[in-house]
Nanobody
Framework: QVQLVESGGGLVQAGGSLRLSCAAS????????LGWYRQAPGKQRELVAT???????YYVDSVKGRFTISRDNAKNTVYLQMNSLKPEDTAVYYC?????????WGRGTQVTVSS
């Protein structure tokens, strides 16, 4: 099964930027829609952005205009460019398919935005 490894998180001040990467151990060409999720402490995991194989994107309202999802099928990698970060963006970020059955969840990458 394809394994996912997220990276690129860190501590940043409000208004700052981070670029997250999600590297897959196998080809993502057959995974039509991939997404980034996040889970804040005490909250349920939420889907924040998705991208199809062809590059069509979707964003939850809270990140529209600030986050950009992209994918490089040749490198089996999905990215999330996050700009104008807010303290409420603080969470562990994960990538996976957009719907069940999900791939095995990775460990995620922590994003902490200070005010």
């Amino acid at each position: 099964q394809v394994q996912l490894v997220e990276s690129g998180g860190g501590l940043v001040q409000a208004g700052g930027s981070l670029r997250l990467s999600c590297a897959a151990s196998g080809s993502i060409r057959w995974l039509n829609i991939l997404g980034w999720y996040r889970q804040a402490p005490g909250k349920q995991r939420e889907l924040v952005a998705t991208i199809t194989y062809g590059g069509s994107t979707y964003y939850v309202d809270s990140v529209k205009g600030r986050f950009t999802i992209s994918r490089d099928n040749a490198k089996n990698t999905v990215y999330l460019q996050m700009n104008s970060l807010k303290p409420e963006d603080t969470a562990v970020y994960y990538c996976n398919k957009n719907a069940a059955p999900f791939l095995l969840w990775g460990r995620g990458t922590q994003v902490t935005v200070s005010s």
